[in-house]
């Protein structure tokens, strides 16, 4: 693998180049390619399964795992509690397509942030004067805490016995998001307003 992956004679001259976010020629052209292959092509070739059960998930993943990346990779700070905050987001957004169905896509979508924000903040001001493996047990405390609060607050899944949510009818100015490229945004600008499918 050593001689098809090679980094010789590939120098950094300036620090912006040693600086980049793909400094190997290789890597930049694999993700160009990449890229290229996941909006140009896969939308016209992907199944609904695919996107269902395999892409859109991975979107959702890929997000929980940047937002981790930045805060221990980048900040060096251990948190146990990604998906609490991940699940306030996401539990937000439902809530607020389903309890003000005129709201436009995109401002519940900042308004979820905005949510998520104020919760970290609240478990987050406690947490400032403890470090390590104190942190870590507090974003701890809190991913149990929203697992229970999401669990037994019947609210927040409008009721649902089973503790799952279907997102209602969803559009962005006027134009429906319902197959499943849509939602992924594989497809162009995701057309939108809530419209995945109903229980």
């Not at 991975?58 to 940047?66: D, Q």
């Not at 436009?104 to 004067?129: D, E, H, K, M, Q």
Request: with cysteine; hydrophobic share 55%; net charge positive.
């Amino acid at each position: 693998m050593t001689v098809i992956y090679r980094e010789t004679g590939q120098f950094k001259t300036t620090y912006a180049s040693d600086q980049q976010l793909f400094p190997i020629l290789q890597d930049r052209v694999f993700v160009i390619g990449f890229l290229v292959f996941a909006f140009g092509v896969l939308p016209f070739i992907g199944t609904e399964y695919l996107f269902l059960a395999i892409i859109i998930p991975f979107l959702i993943l890929s997000l929980a795992a940047i937002g981790l990346n930045i805060l221990v990779g980048y900040c060096g700070q251990v948190s146990l509690g990604t998906g609490a905050f991940m699940s306030i987001g996401a539990y937000s957004a439902y809530n607020l397509a389903v309890r003000v169905p005129d709201l436009n896509l995109l401002v519940v979508f900042i308004l979820a942030g905005v949510f998520a924000t104020i919760v970290g903040v609240l478990f987050g001001i406690p947490s400032l004067r403890i470090k390590g493996f104190y942190l870590a047990v507090a974003t701890l405390a809190a991913q149990f805490f929203v697992d229970w609060l999401f669990a037994r607050v019947k609210w927040f899944t409008n009721d649902s016995s089973s503790g799952s949510v279907s997102a209602p009818p969803l559009a962005i100015f006027g134009q429906p998001i319902e197959t499943p490229v849509e939602r992924s945004g594989a497809h162009g600008w995701p057309r939108a307003t809530w419209t995945w499918p109903r229980r």
